[in-house]
């Protein structure tokens, strides 16, 4: 298409000029305040979170990994088994392993690619303690009432690892605030960003007070240690540069919305070739990521992957590693079987989303799947 940048992106950050502006007056006076961590920002951030996430208490600190390492050093696990979704990200297990927790994989369900409440069941033990329900590419899966009864039956801790669904909601929960407790990232690919950041939001005021001292090398505002920790501070200027994105969280959804509402037009149309998260209107889903399966093997993924590069449009995916298949982590889970991860990992794209995607380049990336099913429908027919 004529005067359209190539699409190499598929995620950005987004910054309004409201935000770039405001950035630049309230960073001088921070600048001129001399407080560069645990200031206002920090805490008007954590404000702001605890409303989204409807929490009593949101701790500012300096990555999700470092939430997610707090609320399982805050169990004091040894060696217990922590159940976590085979589709996620890698810096879980780091934490898990810091934390001493022995990680259980678990499988995902095909239908919403999040932890598989069936194969949850398989996988408890008498040993296990907590589990970790990521809601993959923003999406809370509807199963969510369920877990969470499970989970108090057995005993369980539920821990919602929310780094892609800071907005989301499915009826009355919403992201952040369903377990426990949770970790929220603020990496610049997420929906909001602080450049670097993490929130850990809960309603339980111990977990809050130890996060408080955990992220401040475990020191006490008296100077003695109760606690060996690294610095997880985030700094304030993070720490603003997120609070004015949550300002603008509802445009930040609804930018995101247009742009998944008209690729679902499309993959509507294609449904026998393609499978997304289903959606209906009980839910908020901040798409992270578009996420698309191909269902069973009809298209190649590197066929569509080299269609789209052709036109300029660089195609994601949400983990085309599962956790049981790097390289740091293979060894320690040999031998045991996903198959609807494994199968999700090579069989599935996203399609750029993001919050800054214009309405030209959306539709742009709609007539470029459409072309590719012509033609790969073309082609099919004539083998
Ligand atoms: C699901 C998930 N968990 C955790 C993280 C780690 O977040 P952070 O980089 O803030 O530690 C990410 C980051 O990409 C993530 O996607």
């Not at 850990?200 to 005021?205: F, I, K, R, V």
């Amino acid at each position: 298409m004529k005067n359209l940048k190539p699409i190499t992106h598929n995620t950005l950050p987004w910054f309004s000029e409201i935000q770039k502006e405001e950035f630049a007056v309230s960073s001088r006076e921070i600048l001129d305040s001399g407080q560069l961590i645990c200031g206002k920002y920090t805490n008007l951030l954590e404000e702001k979170a605890k409303k989204v996430c409807k929490t009593n208490y949101a701790v500012a600190v300096s990555s999700a990994t470092a939430a997610i390492e707090i609320i399982l050093n805050y169990l004091e696990l040894n060696g217990e088994e922590v159940l976590v979704p085979n589709n996620t990200f890698i810096s879980t297990i780091y934490a898990l392993r810091n934390a001493g927790a022995t990680p259980i994989l678990v499988d995902i369900d095909p239908k919403t690619f999040c932890i598989d409440i069936s194969d949850v069941r398989n996988k408890i033990t008498p040993k296990t303690r907590a589990l970790i329900l990521v809601h993959i590419a923003g999406y809370i899966p509807e199963y969510v009432t369920e877990l969470k009864a499970f989970c108090k039956d057995h005993n369980i801790t539920l821990i919602e690892d929310a780094s892609h669904a800071f907005g989301a909601s499915y009826q009355n929960d919403s992201a952040g605030g369903i377990g426990f407790a949770s970790a929220i990232s603020l990496y610049p690919t997420k929906i909001v960003t602080g450049g670097t950041g993490g929130i850990l939001t809960t309603n339980d005021g111990g977990l809050a007070e130890f996060a408080l001292l955990c992220r401040a090398h475990g020191n006490s505002p008296k100077g003695m240690n109760l606690q060996v920790s690294p610095n997880w501070f985030i700094s304030e200027f993070s720490a603003l540069l997120c609070f004015l994105q949550i300002s603008e969280l509802s445009e930040i959804l609804i930018r995101r919305n247009r742009v998944a509402d008209s690729y679902d037009q499309v993959i509507k149309r294609h449904k026998q070739l393609f499978q997304t998260q289903p959606h209906d209107d009980r839910r908020v889903h901040p798409y992270y990521k578009y996420i698309v399966k191909i269902r069973d093997n009809i298209i190649k993924k590197k066929d569509i992957t080299e269609f789209f590069r052709s036109k300029n449009i660089e195609l994601g995916h949400c983990y085309e590693t599962t956790l049981s298949e790097h390289l740091s982590t293979k060894n320690i889970f040999r031998n045991q079987q996903f198959p609807n991860s494994q199968i999700f990992s090579s069989n599935h794209f996203t399609l750029p989303c993001h919050t800054g995607l214009t309405a030209k380049e959306t539709d742009f990336i709609c007539e470029t799947l459409e072309e590719f099913v012509g033609s790969h429908v073309y082609n099919a027919n004539k083998k």
